[in-house]
């Protein structure tokens, strides 16, 4: 899943690549600095779940 800050609304669209000739499209709102990353895993890790501050998107690695 891509994990998304749903403060930020946007379409800008990025590809990252994640591995031998593949990239995986995501959205300018899914792109964190680290210390926001690691707000989230901490978030997640403590409670087994995100707040509501977050959005998840099923990422499909199928076709790029």
Not at 14 to 35: C, K
Not at 40 to 60: G, P, V
Request: glycine share 6%.
């Amino acid at each position: 899943y891509g994990v998304g800050n749903k403060d930020i609304m946007s379409q800008k669209e990025a590809m990252l690549p994640i591995g031998a000739g593949h990239s995986v499209r995501v959205f300018e709102n899914e792109l964190f600095t680290a210390e926001q990353a690691a707000d989230a895993f901490k978030e997640f890790y403590s409670n087994n779940t995100l707040s509501i501050a977050y959005s998840l998107r099923e990422l499909d690695l199928t076709s790029e």
